[in-house]
């Protein structure tokens, strides 16, 4: 831990300038977040569970310093599947009555989208159902 001490310090007034800066992401990949965004929104709706202007501002500088930190192997898709499951889901809870269909439809978006951990996360929801029941937050 001694030579870890301070290596950081260096990155501090950065990280402090890039946490207020306002984000801009390139037009294509704006275009492709606000797509999603609307299919995922209308996934929750019908429960109540659909996000607002705040969350979807969070979502937007997440995929921009994903993008940023990741660098040349960055996927939409990975940035994207880490906010389904971050931002999206852990409101999730539920009669099987009640979740059945937004998981169904919710699997349906993550398959199409290529987001396989929160596939896997809505997968191992919909085994728990079968008690008739089941929420985000695993025991």
Request: net charge neutral; proline share 2%; glycine share 8%.
């Amino acid at each position: 831990m001694a030579l870890l001490e301070g290596q950081g310090a260096g990155f501090g007034a950065a990280f402090v300038a890039e946490a207020a800066a306002e984000v801009q992401l390139k037009s294509e990949t704006a275009a492709e977040l606000k797509a999603r965004l609307v299919e995922v929104f209308a996934a929750l709706a019908p429960i109540g569970a659909e996000f607002g202007f705040r969350t979807a501002y969070e979502i937007t500088r997440f995929i921009h310093f994903h993008d940023k930190l990741t660098g040349a192997g960055w996927q939409f898709n990975d940035a994207l599947d880490a906010q389904v499951l971050q931002k999206l889901m852990p409101k999730l809870h539920g009669s099987q009555r009640r979740l059945e269909p937004v998981l169904k439809a919710l699997e349906a978006f993550c398959t199409a989208h290529q987001c396989n951990a929160s596939l896997e996360k809505i997968r191992r929801m919909q085994d728990r159902l079968k008690d008739g029941f089941t929420s985000f937050a695993e025991a």
